[in-house]
């Protein structure tokens, strides 16, 4: 069971490296004096990479169709929940940090209780 659910978070992962890079290059390339073209070529490798992973995993046939639509559908169901809260903050960068922050610490103790168990 455990192999299965590792095969599918490194299916889902390429797809979010993807997303998470391309915010990252974004926020990133200006502050390390980089070109914009630049990024833009990191950003295509990083494509390239990912949807060849993701490629490889399906082929395989170790992607399990329900979980990765649940995938798909949780994150469409947090997209649509976040809109209305983005222009909000959007004016409140540090509650937005602190946010974060807490998200990613409630989110570290439940993976951990949960390997514990």
Known sequence: MFAEIRRQAQFSGAFST???TRW???KL???LGKRPITAASSLVSVMVFG???AGTYAVAG???GPALL???AGGLIGVLAAKPLAP???TRAAL???LFAIMVILTALYVGWRSLG
């Open 18 to 20: 993807i997303a998470k």
């Open 24 to 26: 990252l290059l974004s």
């Open 29 to 31: 390339s200006p502050s």
């Open 51 to 53: 949807v060849a992973t």
């Open 62 to 64: 170790r992607v399990d």
């Open 70 to 72: 649940a995938m798909v």
């Open 88 to 90: 909000r903050l959007a």
């Open 96 to 98: 937005a940090r602190r």
